[in-house]
């Protein structure tokens, strides 16, 4: 199993910044893609970001350019640089291994207007 813990959420105004962070624990080795995925209230579950072993990315179109993700492989961690956010990117976050096969508990990111 892989256990993935989130932190860095909150509110903020738009036009502000947050950084997600994500530790993950347990199987590492057999970890290859770690993503964010988010969902809002009455939306469906969408990809953020995606970042492979090798730092591969690809990001939904709605946040090229604004966000950002990155991996330390030495600290097992995932990181979600989110500039510029609009009340749009409002939802729960989630930190994923491997497209969803394992999902942290989500932080909740709310952007005001």
């Known amino acids: 199993q892989v256990q993935l813990v989130e932190s860095g959420g909150g509110l903020v105004q738009a036009g502000g910044s947050l950084r997600l962070s994500c530790v993950a624990s347990g199987r590492i080795f057999s970890i290859n893609a770690m993503g964010w995925y988010r969902q809002a209230p009455g939306n469906q579950r969408e990809m953020v970001a995606v970042?492979?072993?090798?730092?591969?990315?690809n990001y939904a179109d709605s946040v090229k350019g604004r966000f950002y993700i990155s991996r330390d492989n030495a600290k097992n961690t995932v990181y979600l640089q989110m500039n510029s956010l609009k009340p749009e990117d409002t939802g729960v976050y989630y930190c994923?291994?491997?497209?969803?096969?394992?999902r942290g508990q989500g932080t909740q990111v709310t952007v005001s207007s």
């Open positions: 970042i492979t072993r090798g730092g591969s990315t």
């Open positions: 994923t291994a491997n497209g969803y096969e394992f």
